[in-house]
Structures are given as C-alpha cells and as structure tokens.
C-alpha cells in the first residue's frame, strides 16, 4: 500500500497538462495533497502550499508522488536530486511513468539504506489472458477521446459519483496511473504487452449484475498516431454498450503532434461506433463531455449548447456542471 497523505512533486512540468496526474490526486482526493513542491521553470500549479521536502515530512507527508506525465513517461535527470532527498528525509516515493523508479540504481540504493519503499503504479501485477470476445453480463461505459489528456477519466469519475448517488449500482475502473493513485486499484494499460491488452480490459470488467455498470476510463485516442492501439485495446476488451465523447474545445492540433490537426466530433462518433460495433453491434453513444477549463462560464455555456444542437445528443462539462445530463441519457 502507496503510504498517505502525499506532497506531489510538479517537477518542471512545462504546462497544466504535463502535470495531470497531480491534478487528478489534487481534483479527487484532495485530503491526501498536503502540498506541493515544483522546480525553477515550472509554469503548472495546482493550487496547493509550495513546500520543501522538510516542510512537507513535518506536515506529516508519507510519500512523495511524480505527478507528471511526460511525452515517453521518463525519470527526467532534473529530478534526481529531489528524488534522493525525498528519500533521505523518510518519504517513500511513487511513480506512474514508464521508467521506473526501481531501475534507477542510485534510488534504489538510498531507500535500501534509508528503509524506504519505491512504487512503480505501471508495473502490471496480473498475468492478463488473452482477449476472448465472449459477451459479459453487466453494462459498461467507455469515454473516448478527440484527443490525449481532454477528460476521459474526469468524466468517467464524475458519472460515477452522480450514478452512486442516484443509489445506481457503478465502479469506476481505472486504466491507467493517474486513475490508479486516486482510487488504489486498476490496470496500467499502456504498460501491457500488446497481445494482452483487450484481455486486460476483459479482467477489468467482468460479469457483473445486470443493472450495474463498469465506467472504464479512457487512453489516448483513436486519431492519435503514437497512442491509438491502446484506445483500440480498450474498445474492443470493453465491448461497451455507451461511448461518451471527450472534446477540450479549441486545440488545433493532436497533443505533441503539431503536424495533425484535430478531428471533428463527428468523425469521432463515427469511427469509435462502427469499431465499438464489431463487438457489441447494440452499442451507442449517448453523450459528450467537454472539458471548457480554459472558458469562462458564459464561453462555455455557449459552447455547450451549440454543440448539443449540432450533435444532437446530451452535451455538458461534467466536472464543471455536474454529469446529471450524461446519466439521464444511459437511464
């Protein structure tokens, strides 16, 4: 068990985006950020206390957590230091990058010394089978993006917080490290080996009851070049019977990709139905979530509506508005 509360360590994270992770831990368990800790040249913040190591250990932090999120998921050099120190004053450290803590010699020698441990959230821990495509008993619901880091686990979490609380039976089921830190479990989809990841998605949501529904949280997307096969992955394991479309309004092109522009939400619905249709031919979408974070009220109302009237289905920012629209639309 990952040791709570965390200071979150922003590193030199070069936008909000970058630092996602912290946000997700800071926007869904914000009784586990006792602070926050940031280096020279960072431009995210997530509106916590600034804190030195020693700042934080006295405000009672357990582990530091990487919540960046960088293009390759790497240990950046920069870093180390913070690491080693963190270490050295009592706090374990957690990681859901690619390059895992435990393969960096010098980290691992200090918390061998030091007693301390190191979580790496993106090792899987399951020998996942090979997808069978057979059809399970439940309903499930897969958010699917426009593009990276546009919503899909903030709508998928907050469509489960409505759900509970309308008494309906939910589980959110988190694929990926920012989803893993905020609810203790999942599986770290982009770290599986290929042949196995729509069987992951399969072990992710089993049989279940007739009325309750598994909200699978969503990776990349399907237009992305360097991330598609893993949004393949999870459509196809999730045979979802309702696809949510995910859309930050407004970017001109796919997330570190200058060279392809964005896609349409048409295009979106399009694609995601006739894949999620191979698997579940009644599968359907019913909603779109936007994430309107860099509007004003007004701007993102506005945007809303004409989006639903283009659309023509429930369109809302869930994490702004509430997710009450997107669970009418599944009842």
């Not at 994430?291 to 994490?319: C, H, L, Q, W």
Request: proline share 5%; with cysteine.
């Amino acid at each position: 068990m990952i040791q709570t509360p965390y200071l979150l360590f922003l590193g030199d994270a070069p936008d909000a985006l970058a630092a996602k992770v912290a946000q997700g831990i800071k926007d869904w368990r914000p009784e586990l950020a006792v602070g926050q800790l940031r280096l020279d040249g960072c431009n995210a913040d997530m509106g916590l206390a600034d804190m030195t190591i020693e700042e934080a250990v006295a405000k009672g932090a357990k582990t530091l957590v990487i919540g960046v999120a960088n293009r390759g998921g790497v240990i950046s050099g920069n870093w180390l230091d913070v690491l080693k120190a963190a270490l050295r004053h009592g706090l374990d450290l957690a990681s859901g990058l690619h390059n895992h803590l435990n393969d960096e010699p010098e980290l691992v020698a200090i918390a061998q010394r030091e007693g301390r441990a190191l979580h790496d959230v993106r090792i899987p821990s399951v020998a996942y089978p090979i997808a069978n495509g057979k059809k399970r008993s439940g309903k499930r619901l897969l958010a699917v993006g426009s593009d990276c880091s546009c919503g899909k686990m903030y709508t998928a979490l907050c469509m489960e917080r409505e759900m509970r609380n309308r008494g309906m039976k939910a589980t959110f089921r988190a694929t990926g490290q920012t989803g893993i830190l905020v609810t203790g479990s999942g599986v770290p989809l982009d770290a599986v080996v290929a042949d196995f990841m729509a069987g992951a998605v399969e072990y992710l949501t089993p049989d279940n009851d007739a009325d309750h529904w598994d909200l699978i949280e969503g990776q990349g997307s399907i237009f992305h070049p360097s991330y598609s096969g893993v949004s393949l992955a999870l459509i196809h394991g999730g045979q979802p019977d309702a696809l949510i479309l995910c859309d930050e309004p407004n970017r001109p092109h796919m997330r570190g990709l200058p060279h392809y522009k964005a896609q349409s939400l048409e295009l979106l619905r399009d694609t995601a139905l006739l894949l999620a249709r191979i698997v579940n031919p009644d599968c359907r979408v019913t909603g779109i979530a936007l994430n309107t974070s860099a509007m004003d009220e007004v701007e993102a109302a506005e945007y809303a509506e004409k989006i639903e009237e283009r659309m023509g289905i429930a369109t809302v920012d869930p994490f702004r508005h509430g997710a009450a629209r997107l669970v009418d639309a599944l009842e």
